[in-house]
């Protein structure tokens, strides 16, 4: 499989799409490093083959930023998971923007409300960043709790998304 690879620029900096033959994201993230966007899939999920690309995941990342925050939602993604993962990750797909939830929120939609843990590590193991929004969970007490991207664009997005929501 040859995949897609973008780098756009956001205002909370560069933003970088991976992307297969059908255009479906396998993993995004606010970096211009590749190895790093590489490096949120496993080894044996990864594309053997990438090249340079214009990926339809970088208009809606744009269209998000330019205040459509609902540009996001149609964008096809691909994971690999276990169940629950996947459960998981199509949860974390209908947060609504300005409307954040906290670990045990998320666990207790997943149907376990003491799996707070489990919610935690789905969140952390999200591979394409913005279009499967993990940044909509927080921790119990109302904190940022963690983001591979960093805190401060997670703030900005939750920001974002709160003035506009």
């Not at 756009?8 to 590749?34: C, K, M, N, Y």
């Not at 797909?93 to 666990?107: D, K, M, N, W």
């Not at 921790?139 to 974002?160: H, I, N, P």
């Amino acid at each position: 499989m040859t995949a897609l690879i973008q780098t756009i620029e956001t205002p909370d900096g560069a933003f970088t799409i991976l992307a297969d033959e059908r255009q479906r994201v396998l993993s995004s993230g606010w970096t211009s490093h590749v190895e790093s966007i590489l490096g949120r899939l496993a080894p044996a999920h990864r594309p053997e083959k990438f090249r340079e690309g214009e990926t339809e995941a970088a208009d809606a990342a744009l269209a998000f930023y330019a205040g459509d925050l609902s540009a996001i939602d149609a964008v096809a993604v691909k994971q690999t998971g276990t169940v629950l993962q996947l459960a998981g990750w199509s949860a974390l797909r209908v947060i609504e923007p300005g409307a954040p939830l906290t670990y045990t929120g998320f666990a207790a939609r997943l149907g376990n409300p003491n799996a707070v843990r489990a919610a935690a590590s789905i969140c952390a193991r999200n591979a394409p960043a913005l279009f499967v929004p993990c940044h909509r969970v927080l921790r119990t007490d109302g904190s940022l709790g963690g983001f591979a991207w960093g805190l401060g664009v997670k703030e900005r997005l939750l920001a974002r998304e709160s003035v506009a929501g």
